[in-house]
């Protein structure tokens, strides 16, 4: 109802509950296909995302049967596919790599007839805590623009914590204590 631009899924069960919210919404919902690139980055392992065993994102094998479910439904219409490596990444190489595994697939989804209109190469651009150095922008569109230009896609940056990263600070109140393997956390 908000007017949201796009809704990335990341499993055929997503396709199926935005479908369904779709329609009882009487509205069109462009959809990006968040897909696991298999591209391995430098990052603490809790945050790394775009690994074939990571359990985020779609895996490559079922992008096909994804596209179809959203070509199927009245109401989604396919428009993207995205990628997000993991957080706190310093080096670009990662998403020159999944770029070029994404546009395979942009050319494999559009070969079947899917009119897709951008790429999004999600975000994770690291930061310095303490001795980083933080990956800068022009860093990451030297590695990637010169992968996707000519494709006629938009490509879309999300810099999250490159942007707002360094102006918060987290705020915590401890509201329960207990006594757990002989101590009291």
């Known amino acids: 109802q908000a007017g949201v631009g796009q809704v990335n899924v990341e ?3 997503e396709v199926a509950v935005l479908a369904r919210a779709a329609e009882q919404a009487d509205r069109t919902m462009r959809v990006g296909i968040r897909v696991n690139p298999d591209v391995t980055a430098d990052t603490h392992p809790y945050i790394s995302t775009g690994k074939s065993v990571i359990k985020f994102a779609t895996p490559v094998d079922q992008v096909p049967a994804a596209a179809r479910r959203i070509a199927a439904s009245p109401r989604l219409r396919l428009t993207a ?3 997000h490596l993991g957080s706190q990444l310093l ?8 770029a070029a595994r994404l546009l395979e697939l942009v050319k494999a989804l559009q070969e079947a007839g899917h009119a ?8 994770g ?10 990956l800068e922008p022009a860093a990451l569109a030297a590695a990637v623009l010169p992968i996707v230009e000519g494709t006629g896609l938009t490509l879309h940056l999300e810099p999250g914590r490159y942007l707002v990263g360094s102006a918060g600070i ?4 401890v509201v329960y204590r207990k006594h757990s393997g002989g101590k009291d956390v």
């Open 81 to 83: 596919v995205a990628m």
């Open 91 to 98: 080096d670009a190489s990662p998403y020159a790599q999944g």
């Open 11 to 13: 499993s055929l069960e």
């Open 116 to 123: 897709l209109e951008s790429l999004d190469i999600g975000g």
């Open 170 to 173: 987290m705020l915590t109140t």
């Open 125 to 134: 651009l690291g930061i310095r805590y303490l001795h980083e150095e933080p």
